[in-house]
T-cell receptor, first 114, second 114 residues
């Protein structure tokens, strides 16, 4: 149980284009989902907290107009990287929580912007 | 300001011996602590957690100890196995209206040698 999927697992896009990443909780409902970014050899950095049916809460320094988050249902959240640039290349990971504390993570999406 | 610190970026142990991974935190509001295991290019996998009302939690080969006065927790793996080789992240959460927001350490890379 508590499986979270992400799609796609890898994506390469050209600079200036937009990319959408999906995060799904497969066997539980998640009122809250989280989006993280991981740079090489660095920790997971929380980007935003996504609540179903409401606007996402972004961490300080994260551009909400660049990283659009939509939590359409209790099992789906999407992250859209708009007008992507090479510095947006990173490993993006989502998580979802069926309870108050545990978070279960997706397998991550490797984004490469050329 | 790093609220969760894992001061050892790497640790190497022999198979069958004990692995001890350490984590320190500065925020006294943290009341729930988790350990995650992560392989390259994958999302973190939840290992074990502990509430601040406890000082020890055990699950099979994994035991987490919490010393609130020292703001320190540790993960013990006994006996260590080569398959345990991965990066281990310590994470902490505070009961801020059930926000479930996790703060991660930078991780410790564990290598278990056969």
């Amino acid at each position: 149980g508590a499986v979270v999927s992400q799609h796609p697992s890898r994506v390469i896009c050209k600079s200036g284009t937009s990319v959408k990443i999906e995060c799904r909780s497969l066997d539980f409902q998640a009122t809250t989902m989280f989006w993280y970014r991981q740079f090489p050899k660095q920790s997971l950095m929380l980007m935003a907290t996504s609540n179903e049916g409401s606007k996402a809460t972004y961490e300080q320094g994260v551009e909400k107009d660049k990283f659009l988050i939509n939590h359409a249902s209790l099992t789906l959240s999407t992250l859209t990287v708009t007008s992507a640039h090479p510095e947006d290349s990173s490993f993006y990971i989502c998580s979802a929580s069926p309870s108050n504390y545990e978070q279960y993570f997706g397998p991550g999406t490797r984004l490469t912007v050329t | 300001d790093q609220q969760v610190k894992q001061n050892s970026p790497s640790l190497s142990v022999q198979e069958g011996r004990i692995s001890i991974l350490n984590c320190d935190y500065t925020n006294s509001m943290f009341d729930y602590f988790l350990w995650y295991k992560k392989y390259p290019a994958e999302g973190p996998t939840f290992l074990i957690s502990i509430s601040s009302i406890k000082d020890k939690n055990e699950d099979g080969r994994f035991t987490v100890f919490l010393n609130k006065s020292a703001k320190h927790l540790s993960l013990h793996i006994v006996p260590s196995q080569p398959g345990d080789s991965a990066v281990y992240f310590c994470a902490a959460s505070a009961s801020q209206g059930g926000s479930e927001k996790l703060v991660f350490g930078k991780g410790t890379k564990l290598t278990v040698n056969p």
